[in-house]
């Protein structure tokens, strides 16, 4: 993507800054109570509070509002994973505690995040795409403590990946919920070699 199209305007001052969050913080929140079809600069401006032409100023289109709410959302997983490589894992093992973030991205708000991944992706630079897989892949380690193979890390991360972003772009009702998340982390463990945790009984 070109720079272009991101925004129109290079904030350089605290203020621009904050006038960005509020609008991409309003833009999940209209997402989410609206869907995209109830997605447009008026209804965004008046739930954020600025004028139509205040939008214009940074973004020069819907789909780059959206792609900015994808990004700012990538960030704050990119800071959040940081943190649990750092340890900040509470009582999880590492990969449970990376698959519940992500999981739980977005603030659990599904149809802010399905629109703004299909935006994002749809002008994805691919580099910048692989090099958001490098801190993940960096982590991984087989069942004797050996780094994984660049093929091997990349087949296990999109592998991961792919089912979490397919169960957000097909609006699946179990993104949340206690299983998907054990069956992700038995994928991840079971290629790694490390024991899979348990399969629950069915009620």
Known sequence: MKAAEKTRKIPTQRRSHTTIEVVLEAAAQLLESAGEAGFNTNALAERAGVSVGTLYRYFPNKQAILAALGRREHDAYAAAHAALRAGETGDLALDRAVIRTFLHAFGGRT?????????????????????????????????????????????????????????????????????????LVRLGRLYLGHAAPKRRAPP
Request: net charge negative.
């Open 111 to 183: 149809k802010a995040r399905r629109a703004a991944v299909a935006a994002l992706l749809a002008h994805a630079d691919p580099a910048e795409l692989s090099a958001g897989y490098g801190p993940v892949e960096m982590s991984l380690v087989d069942a004797d403590g050996a780094p994984l193979s660049p093929i091997a890390a990349f087949v296990l991360t999109r592998a991961v990946q792919g089912a979490m972003r397919a169960a957000v772009m097909e609006d699946a009702d179990f993104l949340h919920s206690q299983e998907f998340e054990d069956e």
